[in-house]
């Protein structure tokens, strides 16, 4: 797909080459190897080292730090100049969360301060100093870099790294008087931070940095009316921002997830597709990965990750709708091994990219992401702790092959509501009661919710009571913890949901169990068997018949269903991985969509599936995941699957389908039943099958 010139900057780019250049790039930089980069990756975007920390262009704001090694050279300049000869669009990068000496002894109020009135000195690297986002560096200083880089170059944007400052709280003199001006408090203290006067510190800090963000944004776009400040973003986009300040702003995201965290599945590249769509639709999202290897513990920032998973990272991601970035830190190239392989991945997103056309991601099930900034991480954190519900039933979804999407409680309307016939809960804690209106309102127009714990386990609220009206229980009790060696009983064992389970009398339970009943109308194919000792192993039997509800299913009017469970069944799944726990997830969604499967594909292997669709037609999108180290890990080769068979429900009046897929395979696929039916013979990493109807 080629991008139509008439749109915007941030909507005609689909690749994108970032070059990070460390301090000594401009003594040996290989300007033809850099420019054949990204010739071949086909990428048309740039985000090229501006400024900030250090300059990579003849500044002449006063205190902006040269590199040592520029001389007379315009690194950023000449980068500039070939990305705009290969027809690209430029954003220069900037980063200003830390400062060289001699900035900050003749500016000492730009520096951040710790609670002592002592400077803060970088964690990383001596004698340079972490800067205070409160202070005139990022008010004025950076607005002065801002315009000169805009003013002196054709960019269509500014993109700062680690804008917000750094982790640690700044008590600069500028932050203690634009706290206390702004709440006639003084700057908060101590180690607890769930305090109200640290929630107080906190909507400040997030109402400051999203102001400072329209100022600095404001200074692009007067002189370049087109152009735009694009603050780096986490997953979490705007929630730890002030939405209604910067909603306006970010007209695209680019999200800086620059590969996978321990314990992570590869999947999650395509998360963050998912999440930002289901929060901002209409918005594209960019997932900014990284040649060299991620993981938080131990860095080796001008590595090379292994080949196979750079490039199952970002094709996950844009198979879900996060187009390819990636980012090379130091333009010294010691190990080239990362070259080809992005060169194929970008190709093939290229490739890619002309089977969807103008479709659009589409799916029947939705998860519900109400996820917000959690204490894990310091309160201003663009990152949040992994949410292991969440994680269990994408993996369990992922597992049953049902495409699914996000939809955000931040953004949730009736409307997007209805474009899904089935709504998961993954234990959701932040759960409002608009949210529960809106649920209600959804099951009772046929819809149907699944989920499990959450605060139904809080029966005096108003979202508990409105989530035990909509699933039809009554919590007896509290929760009970850390039970082992519980099971469920199938008690009604030919039903839809129990019935794949057959032979099996019982199945596996939960370690957190809430304690239900069910109203009359429900019914309950699962219960808890009583607990009884799982050593010595003498006393391993069944002392007492199954009674309490485990999993109560209701069939409301219209059409509408809801599914609840009474045990963690996504985070225990996502913990132990255990099939029982998967397949329960599996027969629920299904059974919530009783047959309103619009695509199936049949085959063996682990896959991840995306489907986009127009009046047009439907591209399907099959992503190899079946690998050991797809869970963990780096992945070190690809397995290629044997054959696949994709199944897609046909519309009103097509007689037939022209097939291409990813491979160069085409074909006619005549209509049966509905459906039109197309096999691809293998899966190496990715393949895409385009239904066109006839």
Not at 350 to 362: C, F, I
């Amino acid at each position: 797909m080629q991008p139509t010139p008439s749109l915007p900057w941030y909507r005609r780019v689909r690749r994108w080459t970032q070059l990070t250049f460390a301090e000594d790039d401009p003594l040996h930089f290989d300007r033809e190897f850099w420019r054949d980069v990204m010739r071949r990756t086909r990428s048309n975007g740039a985000c090229i080292s501006a400024g900030g920390y250090i300059a990579y262009y003849p500044t002449r704001v006063p205190h902006h730090y040269r590199s040592r090694h520029l001389g007379e050279l315009d690194l950023f300049g000449m980068v500039n100049e070939d990305a705009r000869r290969l027809g690209m669009e430029v954003m220069a990068r900037i980063d200003p969360h830390a400062i060289h000496a001699d900035a900050a002894e003749a500016h000492p109020e730009w520096v951040a301060m710790d609670e002592n009135g002592e400077p803060i000195q970088h964690w990383a690297l001596p004698d340079i100093w972490l800067t205070c986002p409160f202070s005139s560096y990022h008010s004025e200083f950076v607005v002065e870099i801002t315009r000169e880089i805009v003013r002196e170059y054709q960019v269509d944007a500014v993109f700062a790294n680690r804008w917000e400052g750094s982790t640690a709280i700044s008590y600069s003199e500028g932050a203690r008087r634009a706290y206390f001006d702004a709440t006639g408090r003084q700057l908060p203290t101590g180690a607890d931070r769930t305090t109200p006067e640290w929630a107080v510190y906190l909507d400040w800090r997030i109402d400051h940095l999203s102001r400072q963000i329209v100022e600095w944004d404001r200074e692009v776009r007067d002189l370049n009316p087109q152009g735009s400040f694009v603050p780096n973003r986490g997953g979490l986009l705007t929630r730890d921002l002030n939405a209604e300040i910067v909603k306006g702003l970010y007209p695209a995201f680019y999200v800086d997830k620059q590969g996978r965290s321990p314990g992570e599945a590869v999947w999650a590249a395509g998360r963050v597709g998912k999440r930002a769509r289901g929060m901002y639709p209409d918005r594209p999202v960019t997932l900014i990965s990284s040649v060299c290897p991620e993981h938080h513990q131990h860095r080796w920032k001008d590595g090379v990750t292994s080949a196979t998973e750079l490039q199952a990272w970002i094709v996950d991601g844009f198979v879900h709708g996060a187009l390819p970035w990636f980012t090379k830190f130091n333009a010294r190239v010691p190990d080239s091994r990362w070259v080809q392989p992005l060169v194929d991945v970008f190709t093939m997103h290229e490739r890619a990219e002309e089977l969807y056309g103008d479709k659009v991601p589409t799916a029947g099930v939705a998860i519900l992401d109400t996820a917000q900034p959690d204490g894990s991480n310091p309160p201003w954190s663009a990152y949040r702790r992994d949410d292991e519900a969440e994680n269990g039933f994408y993996q369990a979804l992922v597992e049953a092959r049902i495409p699914f999407e996000f939809l955000a409680g931040d953004t949730l309307t009736m409307g997007r509501l209805r474009g899904f016939r089935v709504v998961v809960m993954p234990d959701s804690k932040d759960v409002t009661a608009a949210h529960v209106a809106m649920l209600q309102e959804f099951v009772a127009a046929g819809g149907t919710v699944v989920g499990d714990l959450g605060p139904v386990q809080e029966p005096s609220s108003a979202v508990a009571v409105g989530l035990t009206e909509l699933f039809g229980v009554r919590v007896t009790a509290a929760a009970r913890v850390g039970v082992r060696n519980n099971y469920l009983a199938l008690s009604l064992p030919d039903h839809p949901v129990a019935a794949g389970f057959a032979p099996a009398e019982r199945v596996l339970g939960g370690t957190t169990i809430l304690p239900i009943e069910a109203v009359a109308d429900a019914v309950v194919p699962f219960r808890f068997v009583p607990d009884y000792p799982d050593l010595p192993m003498e006393e391993l039997y069944q002392r007492a018949d199954p009674k309490d509800p485990a999993v109560v299913l209701r069939e409301h009017g219209n059409g509408g269903r809801t599914a609840y469970v009474a045990f963690d069944l996504a985070a225990l799944f996502w913990e132990t991985l255990q099939s029982d726990h998967a397949e329960l997830v599996a027969a629920l969604v299904r059974w919530g969509l009783d047959g309103d499967e619009p695509v199936a594909i049949a085959g063996q292997g682990l896959v991840d599936i995306g489907v986009r669709q127009s009046a047009t037609g439907v591209s399907v999108s099959v992503v190899n995941l079946d690998d050991p180290k797809a869970m963990r890990g780096q992945l070190r080769s690809l397995r290629p699957l044997g054959p696949q068979t994709v199944r897609v429900v046909a519309p009103a009046g097509a007689t037939a389908a022209s097939v291409r897929t990813l491979s160069g395979a085409t074909g006619i696929a005549a209509i049966h039943d509905g459906r039109a039916e197309f096999t691809v013979a293998s899966v190496e990493l990715l393949e895409v099958v385009e239904f066109t109807w006839l």
